[in-house]
């Protein structure tokens, strides 16, 4: 491709700044059309972002000729389906994290990209971002020695919605986006931590509805442990109070640690007998386009992205593991 044509399936929120302006602020790299079963809704995005064409139905963008790569941006259980539809009608798909609902749709989708030939890549944008390219230079240079052990806490409050039956979203009903904010928050730790020191190759844990305000699981502990023989232990709490949240990871090795945050962006600390550094590297104001950046260039010839479908279904793996699924 001289140039990437993107169609979007599910022009919601994600799309107004994570990732939508980055599919035309990106060089080589248009924004065709975008679809929503709501009209008015599609049509307003469409003309707030310039993008010529708008769909309220998916076969329609997905056949566009005039659209040679699917952006799938819809809840969790739509990721496999409509993933599939457009590697069959012969078009790259970047789809939205978790991957998939489960390890298994995420294989279907990588046996689909096969057979059809193209590209499956999944939205783990951290990969990109200099903040956690920053912490794998550290780590690279051995500047914390070999790593032992991972730390994760992610502690947060509930939401005004939560707490309200009648106005919560999506993110906590089961059947559409699968184990509530576990499955929406967790990967980003969990890709992270993968790009950072290796495969994640067993992993177990206990959940519980603590909360008791929806249907899912909201405090969850794990612990797993990486190719290299390092060893991860991480909880998540989801209705916790103000005063009790947390967004921390440390990585200690033979020689000191990295202590950082998965979405807070504070500096990143370095410390070992040698250094005491605290390092800043703010994340760009569209947050995925560096990891759209690199799809661009996969798909033209001149680079490679870093987050593809093999390393989204390990990720999906980790978690079914942690929920014993």
């Given at each position: 491709?001289?140039?990437?044509?993107?169609?979007?399936?599910?022009?919601?929120d994600v799309c107004e700044k994570k990732s939508g302006p980055a599919f035309?602020?990106?060089?080589?790299?248009?924004?065709i059309a975008v679809m929503r079963r709501d009209e008015e809704k599609a049509k307003d995005y469409a003309l707030r972002h310039n993008v010529p064409k708008y769909y309220t139905d998916v076969e329609r963008l997905i056949h566009d000729p005039d659209v040679n790569a699917i952006y799938v941006a819809t809840p969790p259980d739509s990721h496999a389906e409509?993933?599939?539809?457009?590697?069959?009608?012969?078009?790259?798909?970047?789809?939205?994290?978790?991957?998939?609902?489960?390890?298994?749709?995420?294989?279907?989708?990588i046996k689909a990209s096969e057979i059809s030939g193209q590209k499956l890549f999944v939205a783990y944008y951290r990969r990109?971002?200099?903040?956690?390219?920053?912490?794998?230079?550290?780590?690279?240079?051995?500047?914390?020695?070999?790593?032992?052990?991972?730390?994760?806490?992610?502690?947060?409050?509930?939401?005004?919605?939560?707490?309200?039956?009648?106005?919560?979203?999506?993110?906590?009903q089961r059947a559409t986006a699968g184990?509530?904010?576990?499955?929406?928050?967790?990967?980003?730790?969990?890709?992270?931590?993968?790009?950072?020191?290796?495969?994640?190759?067993?992993a177990k844990g206990c959940a519980q509805n603590l909360g008791h305000y929806y249907e899912v699981k909201d405090t969850i502990s794990a612990v797993w442990q990486f190719e290299s023989g390092a060893i991860g232990t991480g909880q998540w709490c989801f209705v916790t109070s103000e005063k009790s949240e947390w967004d921390y990871v440390v990585i200690t090795g033979t020689k000191g640690e990295i202590r950082f945050n998965t979405f807070a962006f504070n500096p990143i600390k370095l410390i070992t007998p040698d250094y005491l550094d605290a390092i800043v590297a703010r994340p760009p104001e569209c947050i995925q386009q560096p990891l759209i950046q690199t799809i661009v260039d996969e798909l033209r010839g001149v680079g490679q992205c870093p987050s593809t479908g093999i390393t989204g279904a390990r990720t999906s793996r980790v978690m079914d593991m942690i929920l014993g699924e």
């Amino acid at each position: 491709m001289d140039t990437v044509k993107w169609g979007i399936i599910g022009a919601g929120d994600v799309c107004e700044k994570k990732s939508g302006p980055a599919f035309y602020k990106t060089a080589h790299s248009e924004l065709i059309a975008v679809m929503r079963r709501d009209e008015e809704k599609a049509k307003d995005y469409a003309l707030r972002h310039n993008v010529p064409k708008y769909y309220t139905d998916v076969e329609r963008l997905i056949h566009d000729p005039d659209v040679n790569a699917i952006y799938v941006a819809t809840p969790p259980d739509s990721h496999a389906e409509y993933a599939i539809k457009a590697l069959k009608a012969g078009k790259p798909v970047y789809v939205e994290k978790p991957m998939a609902m489960s390890y298994l749709e995420c294989m279907q989708m990588i046996k689909a990209s096969e057979i059809s030939g193209q590209k499956l890549f999944v939205a783990y944008y951290r990969r990109a971002l200099p903040y956690f390219r920053k912490i794998k230079e550290l780590l690279d240079r051995q500047l914390i020695g070999t790593p032992l052990t991972v730390d994760v806490k992610y502690f947060r409050t509930p939401s005004a919605n939560d707490l309200d039956p009648e106005k919560q979203t999506w993110r906590v009903q089961r059947a559409t986006a699968g184990e509530g904010y576990f499955y929406d928050m967790a990967p980003h730790t969990l890709d992270i931590l993968a790009f950072l020191l290796g495969e994640i190759t067993e992993a177990k844990g206990c959940a519980q509805n603590l909360g008791h305000y929806y249907e899912v699981k909201d405090t969850i502990s794990a612990v797993w442990q990486f190719e290299s023989g390092a060893i991860g232990t991480g909880q998540w709490c989801f209705v916790t109070s103000e005063k009790s949240e947390w967004d921390y990871v440390v990585i200690t090795g033979t020689k000191g640690e990295i202590r950082f945050n998965t979405f807070a962006f504070n500096p990143i600390k370095l410390i070992t007998p040698d250094y005491l550094d605290a390092i800043v590297a703010r994340p760009p104001e569209c947050i995925q386009q560096p990891l759209i950046q690199t799809i661009v260039d996969e798909l033209r010839g001149v680079g490679q992205c870093p987050s593809t479908g093999i390393t989204g279904a390990r990720t999906s793996r980790v978690m079914d593991m942690i929920l014993g699924e």
